[in-house]
């Protein structure tokens, strides 16, 4: 019976220290860092951006019925938002946890910076495209962004990263 | 030493299951729902727009040296911005974890909206203001800005949540 009880006491104490630590892990958060914070915006970036590009891509996929309108609200936005992205990788971004942006982004300036250029380009010409109201041309734009979304990431982002 | 071995075996099962269940909580996360999909979007649009807004306001309260070109972009995004949110609060966004959004927006929409739309008019202002390049226009329509967003925490968003 005493021997029960201190295995009893034993697992317990265990337990207890697991719960701390993922108590620790879920909630008493420390203060996010410089570079957590440049990660945190640029992330949102990407979400508010990819959330406005979606259902361009859907109406050009025809997964979702064409709207002249919405298809021009929405690529009035990604166009503004793309070259917000210019700003999104300062050096402090680099290497912290969770961000799926490869070190090369900063060893290779120059290829990044084009790649780059090459989508608000595109964002700038889906927005004219939208501005006519054509279908046709509104889907041809969105799938020369979406290319130039998959030609940055190939080389630029981690695929297994969040 | 039988009896210790039993110990040191239950302690390792025990922390084994604990392990499990951190690394359960951290990394082997179910797809998110839809309402999860919208919280996601509006924190990111939050953090895009108070990221914009920051400048203005470490500007206007001295933190910042001012920059009347700085200004005019920041002011213009958080303009541009602040009329997306009318769009980021679906009903199925309401009452999922991690949101800071009280029901009370969904179960009093008018007076969210009326909220709502006086933050989006004093964006407006402040884009105006940022226009001029007049500091002191700017310092005042970034106040006022500041206002309709603790206005509209006050009454619609939990203090206590992240």
Chains 1, 2 share one sequence.
Not at 103 to 116: N, V, Y
């Amino acid at each position: 019976m005493k021997q029960s009880l201190r295995m009893l006491a034993l697992l317990m104490a265990a337990l207890g220290v697991a719960a701390l630590f993922v108590v620790h892990s879920s909630q008493a958060k420390s203060p996010p860092t410089k570079g957590e914070m440049e990660v945190d915006y640029r992330q949102s970036l990407y979400t508010v951006l990819s959330g406005n590009f979606g259902p361009l891509g859907a109406m050009a996929e025809g997964k979702m019925p064409f709207n002249a309108v919405e298809a021009r609200t929405r690529a009035q936005r990604v166009a503004f938002l793309a070259p917000m992205l210019k700003e999104a990788f300062p050096a402090d971004s680099d290497g912290v946890a969770h961000t799926a942006a490869k070190h090369e982004i900063w060893t290779e300036p120059d290829e990044f910076a084009k790649k780059l250029q090459t989508l608000i380009d595109r964002t700038t010409a889906l927005a004219a495209a939208a501005d006519t109201g054509d279908a046709d041309k509104i889907k041809d734009a969105v799938q020369d962004t979406a290319k130039a979304c998959k030609d940055c990431h190939k080389k630029f982002r981690e695929k297994d990263k969040d």
